[in-house]
């Protein structure tokens, strides 16, 4: 049976993808037999470049991809290179690991809540020391050169980017390297830069690239801090796809192979990069300065760290306290009273959303454990590791951009009548989710010490006893985690859900994207805070069960 | 079940056995293991000992190749699955479940045979008691010494009812007073049960104890291209 786990897992990843991409292509060639386009010609695409500020657009969502992808390497390279292997980093490493499981609307909102005019960040140092007693008139979210959109994107890019750094440092001799460097006079941030960081890049390279992928083509994060006058590429796209009049499809699926050539050309340009980078730090490294005085350089990238995080953690702090709040004016730091009548009021609203969102959820989860485990388990029977082209494979969702396939699918999914069901939203959910809980669980499950098996197994246990008596508690806390993180993922899907859901399915995720960052801040505390609490939920029970179940077990039972 | 003292009982044979990775090969024994009697492997690390291991056992990594057959007191082995062998491993770490208690690892040992839920707890006490761990059934195993963990082990091994045993340098993580003490322990175990032995360690002290054959294995050819 187990043969079948890993062709299964390449159709699950790879069928959506392909049908998407051609559902997305032919239609921008005027072909889509449901709306009475059964010619090919390049209407679609005359009308989409005549749309005002389509340039604009699309330059900025190449500029926004790869600035936030730049940004978020640049302070987690600077944070690991200065401060790996003492405690400051675990202190760090522990503050911003939990905001991964942030979804990015929660976190796009309580950033907005911090910085808006209006927001926390001005209250606490007004009027005392701005002068203000009413909020400045200045345009800080929805800034037209997208600079807030960036710093959201950047925010939760660096708890990913940081979190594969830390799953790849085992696999390079860093601190060694650390050690060797710095005996060789090099100062401690540089001496990690030279001789540790270049085999960690070679290891986190697909993560970058799907953080460009990302950042690029993003939609929700955009709809709540971007620019509005044009918004951005892949917001547009959205507007058109879900425009009444249902010819406009024709040009946003062209519109949607403009967006896969940004991204394309964003990966592109940043390849490019990386071959000026590396003859550049080859330069430097052989002039053979040392960069002793890095005290400075050290101090600002642990500083920059722990300022995101701390940034995100107020945003959602604040985002709770709206939710409670009674009248909060400016410049207030804190509102005059607390009252549960927001959720009483939205209480009714919440529950249908509520239940969609872990429904989904949990069955997308299930799902991508099951054949996750399967995967992993036929690997280990054969001793083969898929390698890098499996790994290649299994980012391949991430890599495209969503919009890129998501169109076409739908698209597919009403001509076969499938679309807005729980089927093809559960199985749209997995084709994200399987990525990150494979990603989660290979490195601890191919860690296991196979002679625990070897031992259950010459003791007599039948294979299947030797996986659920042994391996599985034994890697228990490792397989919830990874469910854990593939909730969090599920919760936090917005474009996948809007689309294929076809509007018939409210997620909590859609609900408070849809309230936009104008919205009633009481109600979008409300939604984002229950956004945010999911994902705690999760990982807060990986953490509980195995710790109850194992409480008598010193070297497993993990608090 | 089959009684390990039974006159049937004729050993472990080695016939033709040699191991390759690609086309080098690491390992070829040609040996008879009379029940009781005990076969050290010595060699470096590296030189593939451990391999040997995995192929009498069932677990060969499948990079590597095998030839030749094994036999246990007169049936052949050589493509049984590891779970019909009855091979007791022993390995140089303990290797304890570390979600069951010391009884619940013994527990998972005794043969589907023994059966009851009180019969296979009363058989994993008797061999707790046996290795003079009386009283430890309920203990995690993360709390014990080391020489316990150890003894442990060596009791899961023997209430599985092995047909023989293959040890992996189990005494060389022990401090060296209990190494001496668990070591007299397992062989003298292993002898009265008239259990074929093959143990594989770069001890020379290990071979010595055992009193039995001894084949030493040449150091893995240098070729510099190793992982």
């Known amino acids: 049976m187990l043969r079948f786990a890993p062709p299964l897992a390449l159709f699950v990843l790879a069928a959506p993808l392909a049908c998407g991409l051609m559902g997305t292509v032919l239609p921008a060639f005027g072909f889509l037999p449901a709306l009475g386009g059964y010619q090919l010609s390049t209407r679609p695409f005359a009308d989409l470049f005549g749309q005002p500020g389509l340039w604009r657009s699309a330059l900025q969502a190449l500029m926004i991809g790869l600035l936030t992808t730049a940004i978020s390497l640049a302070m987690v390279a600077g944070f690991v290179c200065a401060w790996y292997g003492t405690r400051a980093f675990r202190l760090i490493q522990h503050l911003v690991s939990p905001l991964l499981a942030v979804p990015h609307a929660a976190a796009a909102f309580g950033f907005a809540f911090m910085i808006a005019p209006s927001g926390y960040l001005a209250r606490l140092f007004s009027p005392w020391a701005t002068g203000w007693e009413r909020p400045p008139d200045l345009l800080v979210v929805n800034d037209p050169a997208g600079f807030a959109l960036i710093a959201g994107l950047v925010i939760k890019e660096v708890p990913f980017l940081l979190l594969v750094t830390l799953a790849a440092l085992p696999q390079v001799p860093a601190l060694r390297s650390l050690r060797l460097s710095q005996s060789l006079g090099y100062g401690r941030m540089m001496g990690f830069m030279f001789t540790a960081w270049p085999p960690l890049y070679r290891q986190i390279r697909l993560a970058v690239f799907a953080v460009i992928a990302y950042a690029s083509a993003n939609v929700d994060v955009a709809f709540i801090l971007g620019p509005t006058t044009p918004q951005t590429l892949p917001v547009r796209l959205v507007g058109w796809m879900n425009d009444p009049e249902l010819s406009m499809r024709f040009m946003a699926c062209a519109g949607a192979c403009l967006q896969i050539a940004v991204t394309a050309v964003a990966l592109l340009i940043w390849v490019a990069l990386e071959r000026i980078a590396g003859p550049v730090a080859e330069g430097i490294c052989e002039t053979g300065r040392r960069f002793r005085r890095d005290g400075f350089a050290r101090l600002a990238a642990g500083g920059m760290m722990a300022a995101s995080a701390l940034l995100v953690f107020g945003g959602l702090g604040v985002l709770a306290l709206w939710s409670v709040s009674g009248l909060w004016q400016f410049p207030s730091a804190l509102p005059d009273a607390l009252t549960w009548r927001t959720w009483q009021r939205t209480g009714p609203a919440l529950s249908g959303p509520l239940a969609t969102t872990i429904i989904i959820a949990l069955a997308a989860t299930a799902i991508s454990v099951a054949i996750a485990l399967a995967c992993l388990q036929r690997e280990n029977e054969t001793g083969r590791t898929g390698g890098n082209r499996a790994l290649a494979l299994v980012y391949l969702p991430l890599l495209v951009p969503q919009i890129g396939f998501l169109f076409g699918l739908q698209l597919l999914l009403i001509a076969g009548d499938a679309d807005a069901s729980w089927a093809a939203l559960i199985l749209v959910h997995v084709v994200f989710v399987l990525p990150y809980v494979f990603l989660s669980l290979s490195a601890p499950w191919r860690a296991y010490d196979g002679r625990y098996e070897a031992v259950a197994a010459a003791l007599g246990a039948p294979a299947g006893r030797v996986f659920w008596r042994v391996r599985m508690p034994m890697l228990l806390r490792a397989v919830l985690v990874a469910a854990a993180v593939g909730f969090a993922v599920s919760v936090g899907q917005y474009l996948p859900t809007l689309l294929v859901g076809a509007g018939r399915f409210p997620t909590i995720t859609t609900e408070a994207v849809a309230l936009g960052s104008g919205g009633d801040r009481r109600v979008i505390g409300v939604y984002a805070f229950l956004q945010m609490l999911l994902p705690f939920v999760g990982f807060a029970l990986a953490t509980l069960v195995p710790a109850l179940l194992f409480r008598n077990r010193r070297a497993i039972r993990g608090l | ?227």
């Not at chain 2, 029940?35 to 056992?57: H, R, Y």
């Not at chain 2, 019969?119 to 061999?127: E, F, S, T, V």
């Not at chain 2, 008239?194 to 594989?200: A, E, F, G, N």
């Open chain 2, 1 to 227: 079940m089959t009684d390990p003292s039974a006159t049937h009982a004729t050993g472990l044979r080695l016939e033709n056995v040699a191991i390759a990775l690609g086309s080098r090969t690491l390992v070829s024994v040609d040996h008879d293991i009379a029940p009781g009697d005990v076969l050290t492997v010595m060699g470096p690390s590296g030189s593939g000992k451990s391999t040997l291991l995995a192929f009498i056992g069932g677990f060969l990594d499948p990079v590597f190749s095998a030839r030749g057959r094994v036999h246990c007191n007169g049936t052949d082995i050589t493509g049984a699955p590891p779970q019909t062998r009855r091979a007791g491993l022993l390995f140089q770490d303990p290797l304890l479940f570390p979600h069951m208690s010391v009884g619940g690892n013994l527990v998972f040992a005794v043969p589907p045979s023994v059966a009851g839920r009180t019969a296979r707890r009363q058989r994993a006490g008797d061999a707790l008691g046996d290795v003079g761990l009386d009283g430890f059934f309920d203990r995690d195993p993360d709390t014990l010494s080391g020489g316990q963990k150890a003894r442990v082990a060596l009791a899961r091994v023997l209430v599985s009812d092995p047909a023989f045993m293959l040890l992996d340098e189990p005494f060389s993580k022990l401090d060296a007073g209990l190494r001496d003490q668990i070591r007299r322990l397992v062989f003298e175990r292993a002898k009265a049960r008239r259990l074929p032995v093959l143990l594989v360690t770069h001890d020379a002290a290990d071979a010595e104890a055992a009193h039995g054959a001894l084949i030493e294995l040449a150091p893995a050819a240098s070729d510099g291209a190793g992982p």
